[in-house]
C-alpha cells in the first residue's frame, strides 16, 4: 500500500514536499516513481528513484527543481518540489514496481503500461495547486 501526503496550496515560486509512505512489501526491493496528471491531461511520470537510492530520472519540466530521496529505513519516498510553478498543478501518485525496473522506464513507461512493469497500486494521490 502506498500512501501520499504533503500537498497542498502554494504560490508560484513555493515550495512543498510531498511523501510517499507504504506499506505491506519489501520497500527496498522496488523501484519508486512520481506521477502526476493535471485536469484533461493523462497521468506523467515526474521523477524516479531506484531501490537503493543510487539512480534517479526527472522529467525535463522539473530538473533542476524538483528532487526525489528516499529512506528505507522509514519505507518513505520524497519529493522536494521548489520554484513551482502553475503547470505544476496536478494530483500527485507515487507508485512501487519490481527493482528490475529502470528509473528511466518507470518514469517514461510506467503511467502507460502499469501491468506490464508491475504496478498495481496509485493510492489516492495528493493534490497540488499552484496558484496566486
Known amino acids: 500500500q502506498l500512501v501520499e501526503s504533503g500537498g497542498g496550496l502554494a504560490q508560484p515560486g513555493g515550495s512543498l514536499r510531498l511523501s510517499c509512505a507504504a506499506s505491506g512489501f519489501r520497500f527496498d526491493e522496488y523501484t519508486i516513481g512520481w506521477f502526476r496528471q493535471a485536469p484533461g491531461k493523462e497521468r506523467e511520470g515526474v521523477s524516479c528513484i531506484s531501490s537503493e537510492g543510487g539512480e534517479t530520472n526527472y522529467a525535463d519540466s522539473v530538473k533542476g527543481r524538483f528532487t526525489i530521496e528516499r529512506d528505507n529505513a522509514k519505507n518513505t519516498v520524497y519529493l522536494q518540489m521548489n520554484s513551482l510553478k502553475v503547470e505544476d498543478t496536478a494530483v500527485y501518485y507515487c507508485?512501487?514496481?519490481?527493482?528490475?525496473?529502470?528509473?528511466?522506464?518507470?518514469?517514461?513507461?510506467?503511467?502507460?503500461?502499469?501491468?506490464?512493469?508491475?504496478?498495481?497500486?496509485w493510492g489516492n494521490g495528493t493534490l497540488v495547486t499552484v496558484s496566486s
Open positions: 507508485a512501487a514496481a519490481p527493482r528490475i525496473t529502470t528509473v528511466q522506464n518507470m518514469c517514461a513507461l510506467g503511467s502507460l503500461f502499469p501491468n506490464h512493469y508491475g504496478i498495481d497500486d
